[in-house]
């Protein structure tokens, strides 16, 4: 069977699938750091980890996700997405991100999503030393992306404390809301004009099983937030079989004394690159513990200057009308505001519940969808 793992990351589990046999085959793993590396230290562990193709998926709980757009000028989209990081991305410098643009006459739409550092990087490490080839850490809703449904107008239920809606149309990611767990499938299927409506858990009827999309593989490979410290560059396969190749021409070609000779000299080479190699990975590896360090240290100084968005959202969520549901919701650091951006079905609800968010003024409404797409604004003290 193929060496192919995928390991899921989430707040409360960690788990761990692969194809054998009998199936798609699933394995609960601890969701400590500690406990997890020792786990993965027992021989059986090791020994499927050592040499095998792995995929990490982080549960949607993790990430933020956001669109934006860029002018057509640009020169460099991860360039310019990294410059402004720290107003894109709640976790500022220590995100990982990943994107994918689509151009258009206007320019380039985007769609970002990021991960916090600190909540990804020892697992990565642990499964790192265990000798595993990590090829990606993608979003987890990825991994339901096959070649069954890549051409298809599909959307995916994630739960948790606040429940996500991702819409897909051709195997792209088209929108990302949050939305309550109230909300019926069909609900969300005439919102999002979706075919299929696949769940995690908690949806009501008509929701298809998301694990039933696991016995195929991942069709994509979009969002790779993988650090580049992690990958093991397949060049240097290349190039080391590259050097044995021409070694055995110059064996043919040259006498036995310079064949000889050469041969030695390229053992010396061979030694020489080892050693070198063996030095650049433990200055990686402690330019990794300074950069983790450094992180550490910003964010203990910035405490207590950030809005505290998780009390904000939620006491969104209790005040919120559940005949609304946000589609955007942007963070104004500087100016101490949060611009909301959804649909109602019922605009005397929601105008009854703006008193109750604190200093939250109504921008405008406009008519969508048939139904009333709001904009409120609010600033936090």
Known sequence: MSKAIDIF????????????QDGYQIQALPADSKA????LAEPKTEELLAGADVDIYLAEDLLFFTKISLPLQTPDIKKAIALQLDMLSPYGEESLFAFAASRHKEGYSVTLYCCRQSQTMPFLEILFETGAHLTGLYPESQRYLTR????????????GRFGKITHFNKGKVISRDLCTPQVAADQIKERTNSVDLYALAGVEADAAPAASLLDQPAASRAYNMLPASFRRP??????????A???LILLFLLGGGKALALYQEVQVLDQQIEDTR??????????????????QMEAYQSMGSNIDLIAFMD???????????LEQLRLDQPNRTITLQGYTDDLPELTAKIPDLG?????????????????LEVNIP
């Open 148 to 159: 069954a449904n890549q051409k298809l107008s599909w959307s995916l239920w994630s739960p």
């Open 278 to 295: 063996m030095e650049a990975e433990q200055a990686r590896q402690l330019k990794a513990d300074i950069n983790k360090l450094q992180s």
């Open 36 to 39: 997890f590396a020792k786990t």
């Open 9 to 20: 990351l989430k707040t409360t589990a960690t788990t761990m699938g692969r194809h054998t």
């Open 234 to 243: 397949d060049y240097m396969k290349k190039a080391l079989l590259a050097l």
């Open 359 to 375: 200093a939250a003024t109504l921008k405008s409404t406009m008519q969508r969808r048939n139904m009333t797409y709001f904009h």
């Open 315 to 325: 006491r969104l969520s209790q005040e919120l009308p559940a005949t609304a549901y």
């Open 245 to 247: 190749a021409a070694n």
